[in-house]
């Protein structure tokens, strides 16, 4: 049974615009929270995180939004670049492990 | 949809013994699996690409006589970390990717190896 999921499998915005990618989870015990960047044939790079004690996140041009009563997070990626073209994961953690969404693959139209 | 586990998802080890890791596909066979090492608040790192019926394709600065990896089916790849040492102790994550499908992961829980 997926702990995280990422409904979305694909997502195409244009250059400029905001991305908004979406995660839900399952468990409240996750207390900790990540997104990450994959390009082809490449591991997965870290992006950015939030603890459970939070609501919001931000780094540059990245945000991560934190419901924890809806169980969701978000990324949000404004303004959008074509260089940000990429498979994006969540994943979440509590305890001794990690749960991953499958990806959701952003396309920046230039 | 596809599940990829893991065991044992937490091991504490003696500096100095080897650990086994196991990844799994459950509903799916997978030719290729990928294991990964995370650090807190860092990328995980590509350590290498495990192949069914052939030797693993390893990234440049990993050690391949120090994690031994086996891809012993099409469902089952094992992570061996040999001769443990306190700076091995980390989280080892492994993915597979169903063929045919363009960058689709399905990733393991993890393992957190603490080496004392």
């Known amino acids: 049974d997926q702990q995280v999921k990422q409904n979305s499998p694909s997502l195409s915005v244009q250059e400029g615009r905001i991305s908004i990618l979406n995660c839900d989870y399952t468990?409240?015990?996750?207390?900790?929270f990540l997104w990450y960047k994959k390009y082809p044939a490449e591991g997965p790079t870290f992006l950015i995180s939030?603890?459970?004690?939070?609501d919001k996140n931000e780094d540059g041009r990245f945000t991560v939004f934190l419901n924890k009563s809806a169980k969701h997070l978000s990324l949000h990626i404004v303004p959008s670049q074509p260089g940000d073209s990429a498979v994006y994961f969540c994943a979440a953690s509590g305890g001794n492990q990690f749960y991953f969404g499958t990806g959701t693959s952003l396309t920046v139209i230039p | 949809g596809a599940v990829v586990s893991q065991h044992p998802s937490w091991v504490i080890c003696k500096s100095g013994t080897s650990v086994k890791i196991e990844c799994r596909s459950l509903?799916?066979?997978?030719?290729?699996m990928f294991w990964y090492r995370q650090f807190p608040k860092q990328s995980l790192m590509l350590m290498a690409t495990s192949n069914e019926g052939s030797k693993a394709t390893y990234e440049q600065g990993v050690e391949k006589d120090k994690f031994l990896i086996n891809h012993a089916s099409l469902t089952l790849s094992t992570l061996t970390v040999t001769s443990a040492h306190p700076e091995d102790s980390s989280f080892y994550i492994c993915?597979?990717?169903?063929?045919?499908?363009?960058?689709?992961?399905?990733f393991g829980p993890g393992t957190r190896l603490t080496v004392l």
């Open positions: 939030i603890s459970s004690i939070k």
């Open positions: 468990n409240s015990m996750f207390d900790y």
């Open positions: 993915s597979a990717g169903l063929a045919g499908i363009n960058n689709e992961q399905f």
């Open positions: 509903d799916f066979q997978a030719t290729t």
